[in-house]
C-alpha cells in the first residue's frame, strides 16, 4: 500500500496579476515503499505538488489517486478522513502547537480516531524514542532546537501508520548538519516501516539518499 499516481494534473494559481501554473501536466507513478526524493529550485512546483498528492489541495485538471482512490474526486469530508487516516505531513515550519508537549503533538493523530488511552500514550512514547527524543517528552516544542522539533513532527507523521508521508522541504529550517540528520533518521524510519516516503529538497546535497529522484522545473517533471 502506498501507491501514487497522477494524470495530467495541472493546478494554476489565478490570484496575481498574471496566472501561474505551478503544477503543469504532470504524470507521475511512485511505487509502494519507496523513499523519494522531489527535488527542483525554490518556485519549480515542489510544495504545490506535494499538496496534490496528499489531497490538501485539488488539481484544476487531471486525476490523483492514493491505492486506486481518486482523490481529487472525493468529497471535503471523505477527503479529511482519507488524509487522517492514510497520510502523515511533515512541513518546513514543523507546524507543532505550542501550547502541547513532545508527547501529546505525537498523540494527536491517534486522537483523531479515538480518545486518549494508555495505548495511544505508549505508541506516541515509543515513536519519540524511535526518533531519539527519549527524556524530552514534557518539552514544548518552543524548549526544543529546530532539529528537535522537526523530528516530533516526524514522529508526529508516522504515529499512525500511514502509508504514505509527505515532507515538504523538512531541512529548509535547519542547520545542514541538522538537516542531513533529519534526512538519514526519515531514511531509517522509512525501511523500518516501508512506508511510501515523498520528501522535497531544493538541495543537491541532500538528494543521495534516496531510491527515486523526481526532478521539476517551472512545473514539469524534466
Ligand atoms: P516550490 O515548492 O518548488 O518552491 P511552489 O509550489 O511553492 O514551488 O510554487 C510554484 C509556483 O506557484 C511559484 O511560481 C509560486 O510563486 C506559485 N504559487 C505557489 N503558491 C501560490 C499561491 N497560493 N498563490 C499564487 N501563486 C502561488
Ligand atoms: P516553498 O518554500 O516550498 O517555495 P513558499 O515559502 O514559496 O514555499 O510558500 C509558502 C506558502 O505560500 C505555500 O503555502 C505557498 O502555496 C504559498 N505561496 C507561495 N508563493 C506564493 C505566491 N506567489 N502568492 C501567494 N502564495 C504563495
Given at each position: 500500500?502506498?501507491?501514487?499516481?497522477?494524470?495530467?494534473?495541472?493546478?494554476?494559481?489565478?490570484?496575481?496579476?498574471?496566472?501561474?501554473?505551478?503544477?503543469?501536466?504532470?504524470?507521475?507513478?511512485?511505487?509502494?515503499?519507496?523513499?523519494?526524493?522531489?527535488?527542483?529550485?525554490?518556485?519549480?512546483?515542489?510544495?504545490?505538488?506535494?499538496?496534490?498528492?496528499?489531497?490538501l489541495d485539488r488539481p484544476d485538471e487531471g486525476a490523483v489517486s492514493l491505492d486506486g482512490t481518486?482523490?481529487?474526486?472525493?468529497?471535503?469530508?471523505?477527503?479529511?478522513?482519507?488524509?487522517?487516516?492514510?497520510?502523515?505531513?511533515?512541513?518546513?515550519?514543523?507546524?507543532?502547537?505550542?501550547?502541547?508537549?513532545?508527547?501529546?503533538?505525537?498523540?494527536?493523530?491517534?486522537?483523531?480516531?479515538?480518545?486518549?488511552?494508555?495505548?495511544?500514550?505508549?505508541?506516541?512514547?515509543?515513536?519519540?524514542?524511535?526518533?531519539?527524543?527519549?527524556?524530552?517528552?514534557?518539552?514544548?516544542?518552543?524548549?526544543?532546537?529546530?532539529?528537535?522539533?522537526?523530528?516530533?513532527?516526524?514522529?508526529?507523521?508516522?504515529?499512525?501508520?500511514?502509508?504514505?508521508?509527505?515532507?515538504?522541504?523538512?531541512?529548509?529550517?535547519?542547520?545542514?548538519?541538522?538537516?542531513?540528520?533529519?534526512?538519514a533518521l526519515m531514511r531509517t524510519l522509512q525501511r523500518g516501516t516501508g512506508v511510501t516516503f515523498?520528501?522535497?529538497?531544493?538541495?543537491?546535497?541532500?538528494?543521495?539518499?534516496?531510491?527515486?529522484?523526481?526532478?521539476?522545473?517551472?512545473?514539469?517533471?524534466a
Amino acid at each position: 500500500a502506498g501507491r501514487v499516481r497522477l494524470r495530467g494534473v495541472r493546478r494554476v494559481y489565478r490570484q496575481g496579476r498574471a496566472p501561474v501554473a505551478a503544477v503543469d501536466g504532470v504524470d507521475l507513478d511512485i511505487a509502494p515503499g519507496r523513499f523519494t526524493v522531489l527535488a527542483g529550485p525554490s518556485g519549480s512546483g515542489k510544495s504545490t505538488l506535494l499538496q496534490l498528492i496528499g489531497g490538501l489541495d485539488r488539481p484544476d485538471e487531471g486525476a490523483v489517486s492514493l491505492d486506486g482512490t481518486r482523490l481529487d474526486t472525493l468529497d471535503d469530508d471523505t477527503l479529511t478522513r482519507l488524509r487522517g487516516e492514510r497520510i502523515g505531513f511533515v512541513f518546513q515550519s514543523f507546524n507543532l502547537v505550542p501550547v502541547m508537549s513532545a508527547l501529546e503533538n505525537v498523540e494527536l493523530p491517534l486522537l483523531q480516531a479515538g480518545p486518549s488511552s494508555t495505548g495511544s500514550r505508549e505508541r506516541a512514547r515509543s515513536m519519540l524514542e524511535a526518533v531519539g527524543l527519549q527524556g524530552l517528552h514534557r518539552r514544548r516544542p518552543g524548549e526544543l532546537s529546530g532539529g528537535q522539533q522537526q523530528r516530533v513532527a516526524v514522529a508526529r507523521a508516522l504515529v499512525h501508520r500511514p502509508r504514505l508521508v509527505l515532507a515538504d522541504e523538512p531541512t529548509a529550517n535547519l542547520d545542514r548538519a541538522s538537516g542531513q540528520a533529519l534526512i538519514a533518521l526519515m531514511r531509517t524510519l522509512q525501511r523500518g516501516t516501508g512506508v511510501t516516503f515523498v520528501f522535497s529538497s531544493h538541495d543537491p546535497s541532500l538528494l543521495d539518499e534516496a531510491d527515486v529522484r523526481v526532478q521539476l522545473l517551472d512545473g514539469r517533471l524534466a
